[in-house]
């Protein structure tokens, strides 16, 4: 029925909704807050519970003999542990071996930058809705000044001994008490109270500005972001925070003329050591972010897209195998053996990328039909026979996936250029697994004590980042096969979930540790941080498996149906029609399990991995300077945790408004 | 008609569901070209009978022969029967997820491995044909139920079937909405399709077919021409039927 036919007296013109009316603050709290007596009670009780609460944790956070130059001074080693090996005093070569991790930092943050250009992220902020928020930020901070422990002792009314009237004048008294010590703020408390009234008042006084003007000033959302980066460059070079410091062995001259050894601490700003690297990658972010806009606004954000998700897949190896590893790959050493390169790895290369992209090109050629499956078949198996004969673990890696492609050719080659892109996936595939494999295998030229060069936050994210990734693969296969038609993939996948999911992670660590190297075939070895990667990947892909197959089942069957009676094939219709709509349904549970898997990562210290919260929770506090210094350490790592985890869950919610969910 | 050949042949189809049986003996034949219209009450096996010509239901005992093949457990002719037999749903089933023009070229890319360009072209020609080139960058979920089953013909269109199944292809739209998939219908088969609709539009079954099928407790209690179906039935099911609902 087209629009031209009703008439258009009928349809008429829409009247505009009335605006939902906006209280004033004063307004808002009298009829949300004290509506009612039972609602001004609780108002009253909710209230003092949290001033109470507040100010405790205030007045336990800047308690004078709190120890938090026990974090401040390790935080080098909170982010790294003991990456490299020397320090600063001992090693002229040090800067050049720490560069690595700012640059691993940096490239991260650059991508970043690169990827909210290439996906036009944020939208336009309202100047008065900001300033509202910058004056409702301003208001808490003094508010929780205003609540911070007492800097003057004010004592009245205690000690009143009548019964009844006795405790009640000493409720009375203790609140007329703490009023009357909030108003006498002194020092530190005061400064803060001061900067927190001034924000709200001048975010007050703006907003009522450019409400007035009447036009929509709005700005781009990431202006929030990058003035608060600024913002934080700028107290690092000018706020006297101090400059704490190790001193491994002598002493050092301070520039006051004092000499200090052991845990040090320098008045003044932050060493520019640290402050020097944050600005330099800032401006490098900044500067990449506004040139991926012009080059999106010239050409396009497609090709930006396709190699941000390239190097975003090839980021994680890169950075942890090559940048922070440094491998030497003997390249020009005489000889052979199974870790020489030219001997080995690129014969590899030759077999499989060039040999096996033709042998692929072949099977996916259109004629070859019913052929081209039962070869993939028979690839399939071939390659799982060779977890039996004893050969280089990267060649029974690379040919399972070779197997995988083969019996794909068929189901995702389509014309010429579909067949060329098929191919070229697999060349490329093979060459990155091939120098990946190459640089695990190669030595590593960065002196690290103990059993690893990772620990600290690095590790922590390392081995979340690493197991969330490759479970995924393994933990859809899980899901698929265990809604399988056939009895075979059930069976096995059920087993597989069922088991995983009874043991808890820690038993699953220490199995791993202990009992693998029995299973395997050889002298095969692995490495702590390997099997704490195995671990993880094994633990997170059940969990994943259970999540995705309640995606699975939200599927209408009609969804199947169509699909079948058009003529697709079960790996088609996965692909390209369950897949999409289930993953999409489970967003939620898989960022709970992301986040799951990356608190579960402070199990690993259980074989022997110096992670974030060992360092915390034993490192530390054993050092001898800062003997006994727990709690700090567990507030500080508790909120570092919180800000990652809370960050994908806003992350998540984004995710889910752009795909749609609850839409259709 | 009678030199055209018969491009769907069924002899004593039966089918049950556990101890239900839904099909007890269906013996028909479809020549090219015709359109053959199935009523009956609800639970009569009319759908679970269109449903077994391309294999989604599956059928225990009888033989299916669908231009030439016969329809049995053999994988590869299943896949040939499909590529030949086109289906509508009454739920329409478009791939949310996609947009028109995506859902409408998916198949005819990866299972006719058709280039993109083509395949989009052949897509644009389908949607002028069912009347809504315009919706082609939308999502179903933007669509009304009238054009989403419109896509939905397309969509089956895409692959150049020879014979297009219909399952109650308007029992979910709005009454508004019926006349305009009806009329792509009628387009359809005056255009030389084989067509075997399952539908209570007893209009369209006026105009548009060349027999028509009554089932009831799944038998083909009577068949023949519109003319002689609608105004001198013979059989008093039959007869009873139509009463309730004309």
Same mark, same amino acid.
């Given at each position: ?44 009780? !909710? ?94 901070? !003094? ?48 400064? %803060? ?187 399939? %198996? ?51 697994? %091939? ?55 059930? %069976? ?92 999409? !349904? ?79 | ?65 669908? =231009? ?98 219909? =399952? ?79």
């Amino acid at each position: 029925m087209d629009a031209e036919m009703i008439p258009t007296d009928v349809m008429g013109g829409d009247d505009l909704a009335p605006e939902s009316p906006h209280l004033p603050a004063s307004l808002w709290v009298r009829e949300n807050l004290f509506s009612t007596k039972f609602n001004a009670a609780l108002t009253l009780i !909710a209230l003092a519970i949290i001033g109470f609460v507040v100010r405790n944790m205030v007045a336990w956070i800047f308690a004078p003999n709190r120890g938090w130059e026990a974090v401040a001074t390790n935080l080098r080693f909170y982010m790294v542990q003991a990456y490299p090996a020397s320090s600063p005093n001992q090693d002229p070569d040090f800067v050049v071996q720490f560069a690595r991790v700012w640059v691993s930092v940096g490239s991260v943050i650059v991508l970043a930058a690169l990827s909210l250009a290439a996906w036009r992220v944020g939208s336009k902020v309202a100047a008065t809705k900001f300033l509202k928020t910058v004056r409702a930020a301003g208001a808490v901070v !003094a508010l929780v000044a205003f609540l911070g422990p007492p800097t003057q002792d004010v004592d009245l009314l205690s000690g009143i001994d009548f019964p009844v009237v006795g405790p009640l004048l000493g409720i009375v008294g203790s609140l007329l008490g703490f009023l009357i010590e909030a108003a006498l703020m002194t020092g530190g408390r005061l400064v %803060v109270f001061l900067i927190g009234a001034a924000i709200a008042v001048a975010g007050h006084l703006v907003s009522k500005a450019t409400k007035q003007r009447g036009d929509d000033l709005a700005f781009h959302s990431l202006w929030r972001v990058f003035g608060a980066g600024a913002a934080a460059l700028l107290v690092m070079w000018v706020a006297p925070i101090g400059h704490y410091f190790f001193v491994g062995t002598g002493s050092v001259l301070l520039d006051n003329g004092e000499s200090c050894s052991g845990a040090c601490f320098e008045p003044g700003t932050i060493a520019s050591s640290t402050s020097g690297p944050w600005t330099v990658i800032f401006v490098i972010a900044v500067a990449a972010y506004f040139l991926a806009r012009l080059g999106v606004s010239l050409v396009g954000a497609k090709p930006l897209r396709s190699i941000l998700l390239l190097f975003w897949t090839l980021s994680l190896p890169i950075i942890v195998l090559f940048v922070l590893r440094d491998p030497d790959f003997n390249l020009d050493r005489e000889g052979g053996g199974f870790d020489f390169i030219p001997a080995t790895d690129v014969w590899i290369w030759v077999i499989f990328g060039i040999v096996g992209g033709l042998v692929i090109a072949a099977l996916s050629l259109p004629r070859m039909g019913e052929v081209g499956r039962a070869v993939g078949g028979l690839l399939v %198996v071939a390659s799982l026979a060779m977890w039996a004969v004893p050969m280089l673990m990267r060649l029974r890696f690379i040919g399972f996936l070779f197997a995988m492609f083969a019996v794909g050719a068929q189901s995702f080659a389509g014309d010429r250029r579909a067949r060329i892109r098929y191919v070229g996936l697999w060349v490329g595939l093979t060459t990155v697994m %091939v120098i990946l494999f190459a640089a695990i295998n190669a030595e590593s030229s960065v002196a690290v004590p103990g059993k690893t060069f990772l620990g600290g936050l690095t590790l922590t994210f390392v081995l979340a980042l690493t197991s969330i990734l490759l479970s995924f693969p393994i933990g859809l296969l899980m899901a698929l096969g265990r809604t399988s038609s056939m009895p075979i993939f059930r %069976v096995m996948s059920t087993i597989y979930i069922e088991l995983v999911r009874g043991i808890p992670f820690i038993t699953v660590l220490i199995f791993f540790d202990l009992i693998l190297i029995l299973f395997l075939p050889g002298n095969v070895s692995f490495d702590s941080v390997t099997l704490a990667i195995i671990a993880g990947t094994l633990f997170s892909a059940a969990y994943l498996a259970e999540n995705v197959r309640g995606g699975l089942q939200a599927i209408p069957k009609g969804q199947y149906e169509a699909a079948r009676a058009m003529g697709l094939s079960t790996l088609q219709l996965t692909v390209f029609i369950v897949l999409p709509q289930a993953l999409r !349904a489970v967003i939620p549970a898989l960022v709970g399990q992301t986040i799951a898997i990356f608190k579960d990562t402070s199990l690993v210290a259980i074989i022997g991995l110096f992670d974030f919260l060992f360092i915390a929770d034993k490192v530390i506090p054993a050092q001898t300077i800062f003997l006994g210094i727990k709690l700090e350490n567990i507030v500080f790592i508790s909120a570092v945790y919180w800000m990652f985890t809370f960050s994908f869950s806003r992350a998540s919610l984004r995710l889910e408004k752009k795909v749609g969910l609850g839409e259709y | 008609m009678n030199d055209k050949r018969d491009i769907i042949v069924c002899e004593g189809v039966k089918k049950w569901f556990g101890d239900f049986q839904a099909l007890k003996g269906i013996t028909t034949s479809v020549k090219e070209q015709e359109v053959v219209v199935v009523i009956g009450p609800s639970g009569s096996g009319k759908s679970t009978f269109i449903r077994t010509l391309n294999r989604l239901e599956v059928h225990q005992e009888g033989t299916i022969i669908i =231009d030439g093949i016969e329809l049995s457990n053999d994988l590869k002719n299943i896949e040939k029967i499909r590529s030949e037999v086109g289906m509508v749903f009454q739920q329409f089933n478009l791939f949310p997820h996609l947009t028109v023009m995506q859902n409408i070229t998916l198949a005819p890319i990866w299972v006719r491995k058709k280039p993109k360009a083509e395949a989009e072209d052949d897509a644009m020609k389908l949607l002028e044909r069912v009347g809504i080139p315009e919706q082609a960058e939308k999502f179903p979920g933007q669509l009304s139920g009238g054009q989403q089953q419109r896509v939905a013909i397309a969509r089956s269109l895409a692959m150049e079937p020879k014979i297009m199944l219909f =399952d109650e292809p308007t029992s979910a739209l709005d009454p508004e909405m019926i006349k305009e998939v009806l009329d792509v219908m009628k387009e359809l088969a005056l255009s030389g399709m084989t067509m075997i609709v399952v539908t209570h539009e007893m209009g369209f079954a006026k105009e548009v077919a060349d027999r028509v099928l009554f089932f009831d407790y799944g038998l083909v209690v009577e068949e023949g021409t519109p003319e002689h179906f609608f105004t001198s039935p013979e059989h008093d099911r039959t007869k009873l039927f139509l009463s309730q609902i004309l």
